[in-house]
Structures are given as structure tokens and as C-alpha cells.
């Protein structure tokens, strides 16, 4: 591997990240320094000519599909909304599991033709519903969902579920499952091909630590 031109991984922030951080740690690959105290954007690593990036989840696509990273961890509710184009995706993590659902108050039943919809999950939303036979009218917000319905904003939400209980908290249930929603690796095509031997290294590597926690 070129350290001269090193590659770049993006990582996405928060949960996913802390989970990300051990998993490449079995893979041989640690940040120089502790990302959690530092004000850098841009880690060294211990892989030779590998470097890491730390951004949104919204983000890592862009980066990996324009080619200014090379690979990304993100997840799949990021690249199911966005679009996965120019971009591989070689392996699920298996870490950051949760569920891509609809949700609605307690009892609630459809009474019409049309349904309101709240989700910062537009277009999944308005896939699936058009695959139900179902009109939604689409609002996209980016704050709790779970307020939408309470101030008759919405009658459904589509959103991430992991525990379910803020949704319980608020007097809510879940419906039905959209997608399973774990982390993936993905890679920028270009550079698979131009630099197919040190990414399918890293790709191997991510690939044996994934298996070795699965069988933990």
C-alpha cells in the first residue's frame, strides 16, 4: 500500500462509531490518537497508508461515492434514503442493529384513503407505502417523531427502532418492519479497481474481525 497516497476510511459519529472502533481494533487497524479528545478531522492509523475520517452519517456516502474517501461505515437506513450508486458494499458489520419501522399511537387504525406520514426517511417511506397500495402524504421532519402524531401532525411515523421505549414513553407502538438496519462497508468502485489489492486487504481484514465476533 501506497503511504505516500494513503487511503481513507470514513466513519460515521455516535453509536455507530463506538461500536466501529473495536471491531476495526481486531481487524489491526487503531487511530493513532483518541478520537473521542481530539479536535483533528483526519486520524493516522495503525495500518500503513491508512487514514480515517469522522463525519455525519448522511455524509459518508457522498464521500465515498466522489471519491473522497475510499471506503465508509455507514448505515443501512443512510444508504437505503440516499441511494448506494458508484459505491460496493462488501460486508454487513453486524454492529448499530436496529429496525426500520412505521409506528403509530396506541389502537390506531387507518380511517381513509390517504395517510400522513412523518419520517426524516422520505423517500424509503414513500417507496414503501406506493409498494402497500397505500397513498402517505410525506412530511419530512428531522426532530422526535413521536411528536408528530401527538400535535395531529402525522398519523404514522417511519422511523429507527431499537429498544421501543420512547415510543411506549409516548403512548406509541410499532407496526410493521421496513428493513433490518445494521452497519455496512461500503467502497467507492473507482477505487476498488485502481487500488483493488490494499482495499481487499482492509476488506479481508474488516471481514475475519466481523466473523471472530459473531463466533465470540
Known sequence: MS????????????????ETLPLLARAGIEPLEDL?????LVFETSHPGLRLVVIRGT??????R??????GVVGKDILLEHGAEGLYEPLDL?????????????GWRPGGARVRVATKFANIA??????????ADVIKLYGAMELAPMMDLADLIVDIVDTGNTLRAN?????EEIAA??????????????SHGAIQTIVDRVGAAVAAAGEA
Open 3 to 18: 503511504i505516500d497516497k494513503p487511503l481513507t476510511l470514513a466513519l460515521t459519529k455516535g453509536r455507530i462509531l463506538k
Open 36 to 40: 473521542a479528545t481530539s479536535r483533528k
Open 59 to 64: 455524509d459518508v456516502p457522498t464521500y465515498v
Open 66 to 71: 466522489h471519491g473522497a474517501a475510499d471506503l
Open 94 to 106: 453486524n454492529i448499530a442493529r436496529c429496525r426500520l419501522m412505521t409506528a403509530a399511537p396506541v
Open 126 to 135: 414513500r417507496q414503501y407505502f406506493a409498494r402497500q397500495g397505500v397513498h
Open 171 to 175: 403512548g406509541m407502538e410499532p407496526l
Open 181 to 194: 438496519i445494521s452497519s455496512r462497508l461500503v467502497v467507492n468502485k473507482a477505487a476498488m479497481r485502481a
